[in-house]
Protein backbone atom coordinates (compact mmCIF):
# COMPACT_ATOMS: atom_id res chain seq x y z
CA UNK A 1 0.00 0.00 0.00
CA UNK A 2 1.26 3.25 -0.90
CA UNK A 3 1.85 5.90 2.00
CA UNK A 4 0.58 9.35 1.19
CA UNK A 5 3.82 11.74 1.38
CA UNK A 6 2.73 13.33 4.87
CA UNK A 7 3.17 9.69 6.33
CA UNK A 8 5.91 9.40 4.34
CA UNK A 9 7.72 11.95 5.39
CA UNK A 10 6.86 11.78 9.34
CA UNK A 11 8.14 8.12 9.15
CA UNK A 12 12.03 9.80 7.73
CA UNK A 13 11.23 12.56 10.58
CA UNK A 14 10.92 9.67 13.09
CA UNK A 15 13.72 7.47 11.72
CA UNK A 16 16.18 10.20 12.03
CA UNK A 17 15.11 11.08 15.60
CA UNK A 18 15.60 7.24 16.58
CA UNK A 19 19.27 7.41 15.10
CA UNK A 20 20.29 10.27 16.43
CA UNK A 21 19.77 8.61 20.28
CA UNK A 22 20.78 5.29 19.28
CA UNK A 23 23.74 3.79 20.83
CA UNK A 24 26.89 4.10 19.83
CA UNK A 25 25.68 7.30 17.10
CA UNK A 26 27.75 10.43 17.11
CA UNK A 27 25.79 13.54 17.93
CA UNK A 28 27.04 17.18 17.95
CA UNK A 29 27.93 18.87 20.69
CA UNK A 30 27.14 22.27 19.45
CA UNK A 31 24.54 23.49 16.88
CA UNK A 32 26.79 23.44 13.52
CA UNK A 33 25.18 27.18 13.14
CA UNK A 34 26.72 28.26 16.53
CA UNK A 35 29.58 26.51 17.26
CA UNK A 36 32.34 27.69 19.54
CA UNK A 37 35.48 29.39 18.38
CA UNK A 38 37.52 26.97 17.27
CA UNK A 39 35.32 23.94 16.96
CA UNK A 40 35.75 24.25 13.29
CA UNK A 41 39.26 23.84 13.23
CA UNK A 42 39.87 20.29 12.23
CA UNK A 43 37.61 18.68 15.08
CA UNK A 44 33.78 18.93 15.64
CA UNK A 45 33.55 18.08 19.62
CA UNK A 46 30.71 15.54 20.08
CA UNK A 47 29.57 12.75 22.26
CA UNK A 48 28.46 8.99 21.47
CA UNK A 49 25.65 7.41 23.56
CA UNK A 50 25.93 3.83 24.74
CA UNK A 51 22.14 3.05 26.44
CA UNK A 52 21.64 -0.07 28.21
CA UNK A 53 18.63 -2.53 27.72
CA UNK A 54 17.86 -1.28 31.47
CA UNK A 55 19.10 1.46 34.04
CA UNK A 56 17.14 1.13 37.30
CA UNK A 57 18.54 3.69 38.52
CA UNK A 58 18.45 6.58 36.01
CA UNK A 59 21.89 7.25 35.95
CA UNK A 60 24.23 8.28 33.21
CA UNK A 61 28.43 9.18 33.32
CA UNK A 62 30.16 11.38 30.68
CA UNK A 63 33.20 9.35 29.87
CA UNK A 64 36.38 12.12 29.14
CA UNK A 65 39.39 9.82 27.42
CA UNK A 66 42.70 10.67 28.36
CA UNK A 67 45.23 11.81 25.60
CA UNK A 68 47.55 14.47 27.53
CA UNK A 69 45.68 16.79 25.65
CA UNK A 70 46.59 16.07 21.94
CA UNK A 71 45.19 12.82 21.45
CA UNK A 72 42.72 10.24 22.65
CA UNK A 73 42.36 6.86 24.01
CA UNK A 74 38.67 6.32 22.50
CA UNK A 75 38.85 2.48 22.90
CA UNK A 76 40.27 1.68 25.98
CA UNK A 77 39.37 5.04 27.86
CA UNK A 78 36.31 5.48 26.12
CA UNK A 79 34.29 2.70 24.42
CA UNK A 80 35.25 -0.27 26.71
CA UNK A 81 34.29 2.02 29.85
CA UNK A 82 30.79 2.77 28.26
CA UNK A 83 30.14 -0.74 27.84
CA UNK A 84 31.55 -1.58 31.40
CA UNK A 85 28.60 1.37 32.80
CA UNK A 86 26.54 -0.59 30.09
CA UNK A 87 26.59 -3.85 31.34
CA UNK A 88 26.34 -2.82 34.92
CA UNK A 89 22.54 -1.07 33.85
CA UNK A 90 24.09 2.65 33.82
CA UNK A 91 24.25 4.72 30.30
CA UNK A 92 27.20 6.34 29.19
CA UNK A 93 27.96 9.25 26.59
CA UNK A 94 31.80 9.12 25.67
CA UNK A 95 32.91 12.52 24.83
CA UNK A 96 35.08 13.25 22.10
CA UNK A 97 36.52 16.80 23.34
CA UNK A 98 39.08 19.69 21.18
CA UNK A 99 42.74 19.07 21.74
CA UNK A 100 45.73 19.43 20.15
CA UNK A 101 47.42 22.36 18.06
CA UNK A 102 44.91 24.97 18.20
CA UNK A 103 43.02 23.60 20.63
CA UNK A 104 43.47 24.83 24.04
CA UNK A 105 42.04 25.97 27.15
CA UNK A 106 39.24 26.82 27.26
CA UNK A 107 38.11 24.59 24.41
CA UNK A 108 38.15 21.25 26.23
CA UNK A 109 36.66 22.39 28.98
CA UNK A 110 34.15 24.25 27.38
CA UNK A 111 33.16 21.14 25.75
CA UNK A 112 33.17 18.94 29.25
CA UNK A 113 30.90 22.00 30.43
CA UNK A 114 28.85 21.32 27.54
CA UNK A 115 28.43 17.63 27.42
CA UNK A 116 27.00 17.62 31.20
CA UNK A 117 24.59 20.15 30.22
CA UNK A 118 23.74 18.11 26.65
CA UNK A 119 22.96 15.01 28.80
CA UNK A 120 20.81 16.56 31.45
CA UNK A 121 18.87 18.59 28.77
CA UNK A 122 18.17 15.26 27.41
CA UNK A 123 17.75 12.85 30.79
CA UNK A 124 13.87 12.53 29.76
CA UNK A 125 15.26 11.23 25.72
CA UNK A 126 17.10 8.80 27.81
CA UNK A 127 15.11 8.18 30.50
CA UNK A 128 17.73 8.94 32.96
CA UNK A 129 17.33 11.15 36.19
CA UNK A 130 18.87 14.83 35.62
CA UNK A 131 19.99 14.67 39.31
CA UNK A 132 21.88 11.48 38.32
CA UNK A 133 24.50 12.55 36.04
CA UNK A 134 28.05 12.19 36.60
CA UNK A 135 31.43 12.89 34.79
CA UNK A 136 34.34 10.24 34.80
CA UNK A 137 37.69 10.73 33.36
CA UNK A 138 41.49 9.54 32.81
CA UNK A 139 44.44 11.18 32.82
CA UNK A 140 44.27 14.43 30.74
CA UNK A 141 40.52 13.50 30.27
CA UNK A 142 40.53 13.49 33.99
CA UNK A 143 41.67 17.00 34.55
CA UNK A 144 38.98 17.67 32.46
CA UNK A 145 36.38 15.65 34.73
CA UNK A 146 37.72 17.82 37.47
CA UNK A 147 37.64 20.92 35.96
CA UNK A 148 34.14 20.62 34.98
CA UNK A 149 33.27 19.37 38.64
CA UNK A 150 35.18 22.70 40.28
CA UNK A 151 34.22 25.07 37.33
CA UNK A 152 31.12 24.00 36.56
CA UNK A 153 29.57 27.80 37.19
CA UNK A 154 32.09 29.93 35.24
CA UNK A 155 31.82 29.65 31.58
CA UNK A 156 33.60 30.71 28.37
CA UNK A 157 31.00 29.51 25.99
CA UNK A 158 27.77 29.32 26.34
CA UNK A 159 24.94 29.20 23.95
CA UNK A 160 21.61 30.31 25.22
CA UNK A 161 19.38 27.67 23.85
CA UNK A 162 17.84 25.07 25.80
CA UNK A 163 21.63 22.87 26.62
CA UNK A 164 22.86 26.02 27.90
CA UNK A 165 19.84 26.43 30.39
CA UNK A 166 20.76 23.57 32.18
CA UNK A 167 23.55 23.14 35.01
CA UNK A 168 27.37 21.65 33.90
CA UNK A 169 27.38 20.48 37.20
CA UNK A 170 27.77 16.96 37.56
CA UNK A 171 26.29 15.02 40.42
CA UNK A 172 29.41 12.84 41.19
CA UNK A 173 32.44 12.55 39.89
CA UNK A 174 34.66 9.49 38.62
CA UNK A 175 38.64 10.16 38.46
CA UNK A 176 41.43 7.14 37.10
CA UNK A 177 44.77 8.48 37.40
CA UNK A 178 44.01 12.12 36.98
CA UNK A 179 46.19 14.90 35.67
CA UNK A 180 44.81 17.75 38.71
CA UNK A 181 47.28 20.77 39.30
CA UNK A 182 49.09 22.51 36.60
CA UNK A 183 51.50 23.29 39.10
CA UNK A 184 55.20 22.40 37.93
CA UNK A 185 56.25 20.48 41.03
CA UNK A 186 54.20 17.43 39.94
CA UNK A 187 51.79 18.01 37.27
CA UNK A 188 52.10 16.24 33.96
CA UNK A 189 54.11 18.08 31.77
CA UNK A 190 52.91 17.52 28.60
CA UNK A 191 49.18 17.89 29.44
CA UNK A 192 49.78 21.22 31.24
CA UNK A 193 51.90 22.37 27.79
CA UNK A 194 49.22 21.49 25.30
CA UNK A 195 46.69 22.68 27.67
CA UNK A 196 47.81 26.36 28.34
CA UNK A 197 51.29 26.81 26.82
CA UNK A 198 54.80 27.11 27.32
CA UNK A 199 54.80 30.35 29.87
CA UNK A 200 50.85 30.52 31.10
CA UNK A 201 50.13 33.15 33.92
CA UNK A 202 50.26 32.52 37.55
CA UNK A 203 46.68 33.16 37.99
CA UNK A 204 46.09 30.43 35.22
CA UNK A 205 48.00 28.13 36.60
CA UNK A 206 46.23 28.10 39.64
CA UNK A 207 43.14 28.41 38.52
CA UNK A 208 43.29 25.27 36.68
CA UNK A 209 44.89 23.44 39.71
CA UNK A 210 41.82 22.06 40.54
CA UNK A 211 43.24 20.96 44.44
CA UNK A 212 43.15 24.70 44.86
CA UNK A 213 39.71 25.11 43.54
CA UNK A 214 37.50 22.62 45.94
CA UNK A 215 34.70 23.95 47.44
CA UNK A 216 31.64 22.28 49.69
CA UNK A 217 29.78 22.52 46.36
CA UNK A 218 31.92 20.17 44.83
CA UNK A 219 30.85 16.59 43.59
CA UNK A 220 31.57 13.64 45.94
CA UNK A 221 34.34 11.51 43.91
CA UNK A 222 35.79 8.14 43.57
CA UNK A 223 39.26 8.21 42.56
CA UNK A 224 42.12 5.72 41.88
CA UNK A 225 46.02 5.71 41.20
CA UNK A 226 49.01 3.50 41.15
CA UNK A 227 51.82 4.02 43.35
CA UNK A 228 53.69 2.47 40.43
CA UNK A 229 52.75 5.49 37.77
CA UNK A 230 55.74 7.36 36.85
CA UNK A 231 54.12 9.58 34.20
CA UNK A 232 51.22 11.61 36.17
CA UNK A 233 52.41 11.22 39.80
CA UNK A 234 50.46 10.06 42.46
CA UNK A 235 50.48 13.10 44.25
CA UNK A 236 47.66 15.10 42.03
CA UNK A 237 45.22 12.57 43.25
CA UNK A 238 45.93 12.70 46.50
CA UNK A 239 46.14 16.37 46.53
CA UNK A 240 42.76 16.34 45.07
CA UNK A 241 41.06 13.78 47.88
CA UNK A 242 43.00 15.92 50.77
CA UNK A 243 41.19 18.89 48.92
CA UNK A 244 37.73 17.12 48.94
CA UNK A 245 38.19 15.57 52.74
CA UNK A 246 38.93 19.22 54.06
CA UNK A 247 35.68 20.48 52.46
CA UNK A 248 33.98 17.60 53.74
CA UNK A 249 32.73 16.86 51.02
CA UNK A 250 32.70 12.61 50.51
CA UNK A 251 35.45 10.74 48.32
CA UNK A 252 36.55 7.38 48.06
CA UNK A 253 40.26 7.16 47.45
CA UNK A 254 42.49 3.64 46.22
CA UNK A 255 46.14 3.54 45.38
CA UNK A 256 47.13 0.27 44.40
CA UNK A 257 50.89 -0.68 44.67
CA UNK A 258 51.06 -1.81 40.39
CA UNK A 259 50.04 -0.78 37.65
CA UNK A 260 51.66 1.68 34.46
CA UNK A 261 50.12 4.83 33.44
CA UNK A 262 46.85 4.17 31.26
CA UNK A 263 46.26 0.94 32.50
CA UNK A 264 42.16 1.45 31.53
CA UNK A 265 40.09 -0.79 33.53
CA UNK A 266 42.98 -2.86 34.65
CA UNK A 267 42.08 -6.35 33.08
CA UNK A 268 45.73 -7.15 32.39
CA UNK A 269 46.77 -6.55 35.64
CA UNK A 270 45.52 -8.99 38.25
CA UNK A 271 46.17 -6.09 41.52
CA UNK A 272 44.26 -3.85 39.57
CA UNK A 273 40.82 -5.44 38.04
CA UNK A 274 39.40 -5.42 41.02
CA UNK A 275 38.75 -1.76 40.38
CA UNK A 276 35.87 -1.53 38.77
CA UNK A 277 34.11 -3.59 41.41
CA UNK A 278 35.29 -1.02 44.18
CA UNK A 279 33.58 1.84 41.96
CA UNK A 280 30.63 -0.47 41.37
CA UNK A 281 30.21 -0.38 45.44
CA UNK A 282 31.03 3.22 45.31
CA UNK A 283 28.05 4.25 43.20
CA UNK A 284 26.03 1.77 44.43
CA UNK A 285 26.30 3.15 47.98
CA UNK A 286 25.04 6.61 46.69
CA UNK A 287 22.05 5.36 44.46
CA UNK A 288 24.06 5.78 41.03
CA UNK A 289 24.05 2.04 40.21
CA UNK A 290 22.16 -0.83 41.16
CA UNK A 291 23.38 -3.15 44.33
CA UNK A 292 25.94 -6.23 43.09
Known amino acids: MRLPSLSLALLALLSMATAAHATGTAVPLWPSVALPDGARQGQLPALTAYIPASNPTKTAVVICPGGAYHAMALDWEGVLVAQW ?45 PQHIGIMGFSAGGHVAATVSTHYDPTTALLHDAVGQASARPDFTILAYPVITMDEAFTHLDSREHLIGLHPSPALVRELSNETQVTAETPPAFIYVTDADTLVPPENSIAYYLALHRQHVPAELHVFRTGKHGSGLGQHVPLLSIWPELLARWMAGLGYMEQG
Not at 106 to 111: E, G, T
Open 85 to 129: FNQHHVAAFVLQYRHGDGHHYPQPIDDGRRAVRWVREHAKTYQLD
